[in-house]
């Protein structure tokens, strides 16, 4: 089984003992092309869809976070983690394990990873519900993805 012990990168239990002050988190959806980025508010009550961000550099990807999190106040981090629906870890779980660790030894805050199985099957079930035509709906999948399992992050730590 893969160990999801490290650098900054702790289980949701040790995210939820390093909440000490409630602080305004990011939920990030790894798409193989474009990067869904949620906020939430300080109290860690909802997740917000906040931008959408071209796949490129990990490098690059790190700039634009730490912009993000300057700019908004973030104390963590939440990255949707795709578990295969039988619980096992296949190739979308590896990529986004090696990013969030390349992420987490260059943005020093706490992260950790979420299971987000079902949140984008949800996020565009959800907005297929609003009456919103299908390429827009598609453009906004990725944050409302990353709203999705922020929110079901800060449920678990509300709990």
């Known amino acids: ?12 239990e040790e995210f939820k ?4 002050v409630r602080s305004r988190l990011i939920g990030i959806d790894l798409g193989s092309k474009i990067i869904g980025i949620a906020v939430c508010d300080q109290n860690q009550k909802v997740a917000t869809p906040f931008k959408t961000l071209n796949r490129n550099k990990l490098s690059d990807l790190v700039l634009e976070l730490k912009q993000i999190i300057e700019e908004n106040d973030i104390g963590g981090i939440v990255i949707g983690n795709p578990i295969n629906m039988d619980g096992s870890f296949g190739k979308s779980s590896q990529s986004t394990h090696d990013i969030s660790e390349y992420i987490s030894k260059n943005i020093n805050l706490p992260l950790c990873l979420w ?11 959800l907005t297929s519900q609003l009456d919103v035509n299908v390429n827009k709906r598609e453009k906004k999948i990725d944050q409302n993805a990353a709203a999705f399992i922020l929110q079901g992050a800060i449920d678990f730590l509300n709990n």
């Open 17 to 20: 003992k390093k909440q000490s």
């Open 1 to 12: 089984s893969l160990k999801y012990k490290i650098y900054n990168m702790i289980t949701i």
């Open 115 to 125: 299971d987000e199985r079902l949140s984008t099957v949800g996020a565009f079930n």
